[in-house]
Antibody
Framework: EVQLLESGGGLVQPGGSLRLSCAAS????????LSWVRQAPGKGLEWVSI????????YYADSVKGRFTISRDNSKNTLYLQMNSLRAEDTAIYYC????????WGQGALVTVSS | DIQMTQSPSTLSASVGDRVTITCRAS??????LAWYQQKPGKAPNLLIY???SLESGVPSSFSGSGSGTEFTLTISNLQPDDFATYYC?????????FGQGTKLEIK
């Protein structure tokens, strides 16, 4: 069974940093493109970033470019999102997802940016 | 960036109805479109990919069509479990973008 399990969410002050992790199981991790998608409270879905299976290529939404870094460790079957210079508007549930048509989703990690 | 526009934003329907949700792209995305269902407090669930391919395990009451800039999601014989919010998403180019969502409500 495919599973994606996010961790690392929490409350952080504006300007602070946080690192999310997504532990994967049930599939050959290195074969798949992975993304982070977020959803602010009561709002729609927003794609954040994507990384290829080999980690050779990454792409970001303009709203996070230069502040967030996506990475992966294929030996640990884990995806990461390093979030720096956090803003109130980054408050959201962050989901890790598989493929470009997101066929698998984690349960989400809540990130709250507030003083 | 490719803008995705869904209509309607809210749709009221009854059990047993057939409903259609439309998604328009600001430029051609070929067939690279997906549809998701999301229920409150849950992660989205993939229904349709490549515009018209039904994801494994999704009921055949869901169907997708279209190509280029205009796409539709049709749900036939609405069941109580189908009342949720639906999103389209293009993956033709980065940044990946979503429609704003369509909330399907019970009439």
């Amino acid at each position: 069974e495919v599973q994606l399990l996010e961790s690392g969410g929490g409350l952080v002050q504006p300007g602070g940093s946080l690192r999310l992790s997504c532990a994967a199981s049930g599939f050959t991790f290195s074969n798949y493109v992975l993304s982070w998608v977020r959803q602010a409270p009561g709002k729609g879905l927003e794609w954040v970033s994507i990384i290829t299976g080999s980690a050779n290529n990454t792409y970001y939404a303009d709203s996070v470019k230069g502040r967030f870094t996506i990475s992966r460790d294929n030996s640990k079957n884990t995806l990461y999102l390093q979030m720096n210079s956090l803003r109130a508007e980054d408050t959201a549930i962050y989901y890790c997802t598989r493929r470009t048509s997101f066929d698998q989703w984690g349960q989400g990690a809540l990130v709250t940016v507030s003083s | 960036d490719i803008q995705m526009t869904q209509s309607p934003s809210t749709l009221s329907a009854s059990v047993g109805d057939r409903v259609t949700i439309t998604c328009r792209a600001s430029q051609s995305i070929s067939k690279w479109l997906a549809w998701y269902q999301q229920k409150p407090g849950k992660a989205p669930n993939l229904l349709i990919y490549d515009a018209s391919s039904l994801e494994s395990g999704v009921p055949s009451s869901f169907s997708g069509s279209g190509s280029g800039t205009e796409f539709t999601l049709t749900i036939s014989n609405l069941q109580p479990d189908d009342f949720a919010t639906y999103y389209c998403q293009q993956y033709n180019s980065y940044p990946v973008t979503f429609g704003q969502g369509t909330k399907l409500e019970i009439k």
